[in-house]
């Protein structure tokens, strides 16, 4: 199995521009993850799916960013516009939920390193 | 207070030590725990789950106490391998549903 996989690895852009981050689960995994890391704060989970379906956006930073799970196997997230605190390390991470399990082992993907300039 | 606290560290530790990490979380009613381990600028990668009888997996052993709400691990015979960031993850129910929250992490460096 190819894992997790995102793209692109590295994204270096300018103030005010559109950002878009994309991920590919595991195939057959029916839970997707999308965290962001800094030195400051941590790992911190933005938003989760299960079946394609948003469960928890609370940790989405404010409007300018959007999770979006068009079918099982993609994923996007979207920051319009993008400003430099939004530098940090994305990652996706997909696990198998089954009913009834409070957890199952998340698979993370490579990350998206980005920067705001 | 943050919902799961670890000590930052660094460790620094010499080839075949002893070293143990703690992690503190604020929700009595969390679930399940676990320790992953992050390589510098690597993912996060699952290094065990962590129960209520406590668990050992090689020179690693993992032990939660539900009363004072803290988890551990516990690294015997340290190698330079080792060398990582020690991610505490504590999973449960809160007001919006199952929550993951991952602790900022203990990093370990061990020296030859």
């Known amino acids: 199995d190819a894992g997790v996989i995102q793209s692109p690895r590295h994204e270096v852009t300018e103030m005010g521009q559109e950002v878009t981050l994309r991920c590919k689960p595991i195939?057959?995994?029916?839970?997707l993850f999308w965290y962001r890391q800094t030195m400051m704060r941590g790992l911190e989970l933005l938003i989760y799916?299960?079946?394609?379906?948003?469960?928890?956006d609370s940790g989405m930073p404010e409007d300018r960013f959007s999770a979006k799970m068009p079918n099982a196997s993609f994923s996007t997230l979207k920051i319009q516009p993008s400003e430099p605190r939004d530098s940090a390390v994305y990652f996706c991470a997909s696990s198998l939920w089954a009913s009834g399990s409070s957890y199952n082992e998340q698979f993370f993907g490579p990350g998206t390193r980005l920067t705001v300039l | 207070r943050k919902e799961v606290e670890q000590d930052p560290g660094p460790f620094n530790v010499p080839e075949g030590a002893t070293v143990a990490f703690n992690c503190t979380y604020s929700?009595?009613?969390?679930?399940?725990f676990f320790w992953y381990r992050q390589d510098c600028r690597k993912e996060p990668k699952l290094l065990m789950s962590v129960y209520s009888s406590g668990n050992e997996d090689g020179r690693f052993t993992a032990q939660l106490n539900r009363a004072s709400q803290y988890i551990s691990l516990l690294i015997r015979d340290s190698k330079l391998s080792d060398s990582a960031t020690y991610l505490c993850v504590v999973n449960g129910l809160n007001t919006g549903g199952f929550k993951t929250i991952f602790g900022a992490g203990t990093r370990l460096f061990v020296k030859a």
């Open positions: 195939s057959g995994h029916n839970s």
């Open positions: 929700n009595s009613a969390s679930q399940s």
């Open positions: 799916f299960n079946n394609n379906v948003p469960i928890d």
